[in-house]
T-cell receptor, first 114, second 112 residues
Framework: AQSVAQPEDQVNVAEGNPLTVKCTYS??????LFWYVQYPNRGLQFLLK??????LVKGSYGFEAEFNKSQTSFHLKKPSALVSDSALYFC????????????FGTGTQLKVEL | DSGVTQTPKHLITATGQRVTLRCSPRSGDLSVYWYQQSLDQGLQFLIQYYNGEERAKGNILERFSAQQFPDLHSELNLSSLELGDSALYFC???????????FGPGTRLLVL
């Protein structure tokens, strides 16, 4: 069975500072990894994904994520946080041999303060 | 805007009732997925259809059923509703197998 862990319920960061939202995964075979963001009363918006290739994946709105196979991690990063980045962030995994379903983590609330 | 539409946005109903949630995928997408988001269970995969056929089932209750029509829109039917069915129900679509899933805005269901 595939699973995702987001160890932090909330991350607080000052605007302009770098941010990291952590994610670790467990899946059989090569993983397909995703980050989505959810703003209040909105659906999930796709940020970025890792399928294969370069371990550093660049996505929307200046976000990037680093895939680390040995640590089974896929942390979301941004060099300089904005107040408008405040939202709920979900990491998800899709097993290469396990069908299409996305298995989500519990989400991390990011709060960026002035 | 992802291009995935869901209706209605909000639904309030009583226990024991039956409701239908509707989803229109992005133009050209053949796969439709349904997910449930609740405070206690988080985001959970319910079911997937691809070009009209059921392809995968997750933690979907027997009281729930879904279908995808020839025009590729999908409906999720929830019957004998219980208080615990109150949740946000998302539809997502993708072009094909293991492509990026794009989510609709969701239908918020409240069972009283």
């Amino acid at each position: 069975a595939q699973s995702v862990a987001q160890p932090e319920d909330q991350v607080n960061v000052a605007e302009g500072n770098p941010l990291t939202v952590k994610c670790t995964y467990s899946v059989s075979g090569n993983p397909y990894l995703f980050w989505y963001v959810q703003y209040p009363n909105r659906g999930l918006q796709f940020l970025l994904k890792y399928i294969t290739g370069d371990n550093l994946v660049k996505g929307s709105y200046g976000f990037e994520a680093e895939f680390n196979k040995s640590q089974t991690s896929f942390h979301l990063k941004k060099p300089s946080a904005l107040v408008s980045d405040s939202a709920l962030y979900f990491c998800a995994v899709q097993g290469a041999g396990g069908g299409n379903k996305l298995t989500f983590g519990t989400g991390t609330q990011l709060k960026v303060e002035l | 805007d992802s291009g995935v539409t869901q209706t209605p946005k909000h639904l309030i109903t009583a226990t024991g009732q039956r409701v239908t949630l509707r989803c229109s995928p992005r133009s050209g997408d053949l796969s439709v997925y349904w997910y449930q988001q609740s405070l206690d269970q988080g985001l959970q995969f319910l079911i997937q259809y691809y070009n009209g056929e059921e392809r995968a089932k997750g933690n979907i209750l027997e009281r729930f059923s879904a279908q995808q029509f020839p025009d590729l829109h999908s409906e999720l039917n929830l019957s004998s509703l219980e208080l615990g069915d109150s949740a946000l129900y998302f539809c997502a679509s993708s072009v094909g197998w293991q492509e990026t899933q794009y989510f609709g805005p969701g239908t918020r269901l409240l069972v009283l």
